[in-house]
């Protein structure tokens, strides 16, 4: 098992133009902490989506496909996130839960809670009372 909290941020690979603002995130695979599935709410519509996750120091980056690692669908900026809660209640779905940064609220879906063990591989579970991410590897 792996688990880091919400609030670190090391290192992560980016292209930048003009220094500041990042054209694109590449993520390099030497940077990944762990992989797996979560199901993730889109932004505009409200639909659930099955991702791939990659969570490296600084970002928690969805994919469409297992194994890409180049222009994710979202990219979460760790050190951003305020808030990592229990959100089932809010969702209506067993194992959600919602990590909140100044410019949205993001709601997830692990396969499992925190307190069992479904022994699948690559798959993300949330301790939401100690804001920690977990990967069952």
């Known amino acids: 098992k792996f688990q ?3 609030t670190r941020s090391p290192r992560v690979g980016l292209l930048c133009d003009s220094g500041s603002m990042a054209a694109e995130i590449i ?28 969570l490296t120091p600084q970002y928690l980056c969805s994919f469409k496909a297992q194994g890409e690692l180049r222009n ?6 760790l050190r951003e ?7 089932d ?14 410019a949205r609220v993001f709601y997830l879906i692990a396969d499992s809670s925190s307190d069992k063990d479904t022994g699948k591989e690559n798959s ?13 590897a």
């Open 27 to 54: 993520v390099h695979r030497d940077d990944i902490i762990k992989e797996g599935w979560l199901v993730k709410q889109s932004k505009h519509l409200k639909e659930w989506r099955r991702r791939w996750f990659v």
């Open 72 to 77: 994710p669908t979202e990219a979460i900026r």
């Open 4 to 6: 880091l909290a919400c």
């Open 124 to 136: 993300f579970r949330v301790d939401t009372a100690n804001r920690v991410f977990y990967l069952i």
């Open 81 to 87: 996130c305020s808030t990592v809660k229990s959100a």
């Open 89 to 102: 209640e809010d969702t209506g779905k067993e194992n959600s839960f919602r990590v909140d940064t100044p």
